[in-house]
């Protein structure tokens, strides 16, 4: 018994003098790493209605609605889409904002998801 205490008080010794390896999460925060993909946030005045990002998702985590249509003078059409994100169903695997051809999806860097109902999970961009 002597024998491992006499092994293990150097080591006891060492660790005594250095500072903490854990983070006091609640109190301190830390920053994500480059290339975190956090939640999925969509610009909807670059959407196109393409609907690449809903057929492209593995989680079927979200919706594109056609919100208005509306002609100008020179004949031009435009359109409004609104996008619904599921994120109780989102995997964060980026997917969506990969194959956006406008570039309408980022990730970013939130990681605070937690939520008491699914409700309070699901956003709506329009």
Same mark, same amino acid.
């Given at each position: 018994?002597? $024998?491992?205490?006499?092994?293990?008080?150097?080591?006891?010794?060492?660790?005594? *003098?250095?500072?903490?390896?854990?983070?006091?999460?609640? *109190? /301190?925060?830390?920053?994500?790493?480059?290339?975190?993909?956090?939640?999925?946030?969509? &610009?909807?005045?670059?959407?196109?209605?393409?609907? $690449?990002?809903?057929?492209?998702?593995?989680? /079927?985590?979200?919706?594109?609605?056609?919100?208005?249509?509306?002609? &100008? /003078?020179?004949?031009?059409?435009?359109?409004?889409?609104?996008?619904? *994100?599921?994120?109780?169903?989102?995997?964060?695997?980026?997917?969506?904002?990969?194959?956006?051809?406008?570039?309408?999806?980022?990730?970013?860097?939130?990681? /605070?998801?937690?939520?008491? &109902?699914?409700?309070? $999970?699901?956003?709506?961009?329009?």
């Amino acid at each position: 018994m002597s $024998l491992r205490l006499g092994a293990m008080l150097p080591e006891v010794l060492r660790h005594l *003098f250095k500072k903490p390896a854990t983070v006091q999460y609640p *109190f /301190e925060k830390i920053g994500v790493p480059k290339g975190f993909r956090g939640r999925p946030v969509m &610009d909807p005045n670059l959407c196109i209605g393409c609907q $690449l990002c809903v057929k492209d998702c593995p989680s /079927e985590a979200l919706e594109i609605h056609k919100e208005s249509e509306s002609t &100008d /003078e020179a004949g031009k059409v435009s359109k409004r889409f609104s996008m619904t *994100f599921y994120l109780d169903r989102c995997s964060h695997c980026a997917q969506c904002a990969e194959v956006c051809p406008k570039k309408a999806i980022h990730m970013n860097t939130e990681f /605070e998801d937690a939520a008491f &109902d699914r409700g309070a $999970l699901k956003i709506v961009y329009k």
